[in-house]
């Protein structure tokens, strides 16, 4: 879905980047922030996977071998993706902007929204210039 020269879309982008709550500002700080403990701990993750399953079907078991430091990173970084996506899905309307408390309480989850990917992608590019790994 390709909204992103709409001018409706284009001022619900800078809606949403100059309205974004606290809380949800935090939650996206966290989740665009991919850190080294961050990598280490899903490559730690990934090899106490593999060594249990190794341990339970044998030497000869087809198993994927545990995660480099460039494949945690990169899982790392679709793991947030969705998890942004989940929280447009939920906090976010074209209408309203950035839903409150009780209003995002009550609303329905749009499920894979396209707009809303979108609307993630363009916010989190504009509060995040710099993060090549998560748009």
Same mark, same amino acid.
């Given at each position: 879905?390709?909204?992103?020269?709409?001018?409706?879309?284009?001022?619900?982008?800078?809606?949403?980047?100059?309205?974004? *709550?606290?809380? @949800?500002?935090?939650? @996206?700080?966290?989740?665009?922030? @991919?850190?080294? +403990?961050?990598?280490? +701990? +899903?490559?730690?993750?990934?090899? !106490?996977?593999?060594?249990?399953?190794? !341990?339970?079907?044998? *030497?000869? +078991?087809?198993?994927?071998?545990?995660?480099?430091?460039?494949?945690?990173?990169?899982?790392?970084?679709?793991?947030?993706?969705?998890?942004?996506?989940?929280?447009?899905?939920?906090?976010?309307?074209? *209408?309203?902007?950035?839903?409150?408390g009780k209003e995002s309480s009550r609303a329905l989850e749009i499920f894979h929204d396209p707009l809303a990917i979108s609307m993630r992608r363009a916010v989190v590019?504009?509060?995040?210039?710099?993060? *090549?790994?998560?748009?």
């Amino acid at each position: 879905m390709d909204i992103s020269s709409d001018a409706r879309f284009l001022d619900a982008v800078e809606q949403a980047v100059d309205t974004v *709550p606290d809380d @949800i500002r935090a939650t @996206i700080d966290g989740l665009v922030t @991919i850190t080294e +403990a961050d990598i280490a +701990a +899903a490559k730690a993750q990934s090899l !106490a996977t593999y060594k249990e399953a190794r !341990a339970e079907f044998g *030497p000869k +078991a087809l198993i994927a071998s545990p995660l480099t430091i460039e494949k945690a990173r990169k899982m790392l970084a679709s793991k947030r993706e969705d998890e942004l996506d989940w929280l447009f899905f939920r906090r976010w309307r074209l *209408p309203d902007g950035w839903l409150k408390g009780k209003e995002s309480s009550r609303a329905l989850e749009i499920f894979h929204d396209p707009l809303a990917i979108s609307m993630r992608r363009a916010v989190v590019s504009r509060l995040y210039p710099n993060l *090549p790994d998560i748009l």
